[in-house]
């Protein structure tokens, strides 16, 4: 089995910055991956890469703002969030994967709020 928990969200004025981690636990996986789910909207990959450090995936909203990065050795996932926007207001989650394929393990979700 794969845990996943989040930490890091909050409440920043535009323009700020916020990190999000994420810890694993259980057995090792081939990536890892930051999602988002705004009011009324899908969730939508944000950030992803594999743990050895390729296969780095960006969405091109944050581009240029957002930094996804590992420590394998803590198991750990982070997602610094520079140049925040209103529009980067969402539930950020983390999740999982075991090869190429889709997500199948998710975290439980960490709220971000940029104020304008």
């Known amino acids: 089995q794969v845990q996943l928990v989040e930490s890091g969200g909050g409440l920043v004025q535009a323009g700020g910055s916020l990190r999000l981690s994420c810890v694993a636990s259980?057995?090792?996986?081939?990536?890892m991956g930051w999602f988002r789910q705004a009011p009324g909207k899908e969730r939508e990959p944000v950030a992803s890469?594999?743990?050895?450090?390729?296969?780095?995936y960006y969405a091109d909203s944050v581009k240029g703002r957002f930094t996804i990065s590992r420590d394998s050795a803590k198991k750990t996932v982070t997602l610094q969030m520079n140049s925040l926007k209103p529009e980067d207001t969402a539930v950020y989650y983390c999740?999982?994967?075991?090869?190429?394929?889709?997500?199948?393990?998710w975290g439980q979700g960490t709220q971000v709020t940029v104020s304008s």
């Open positions: 890469m594999a743990w050895s450090g390729g296969s780095t």
């Open positions: 999740a999982a994967r075991d090869g190429v394929g889709p997500f199948r393990y």
């Open positions: 259980g057995r090792t996986t081939y990536g």
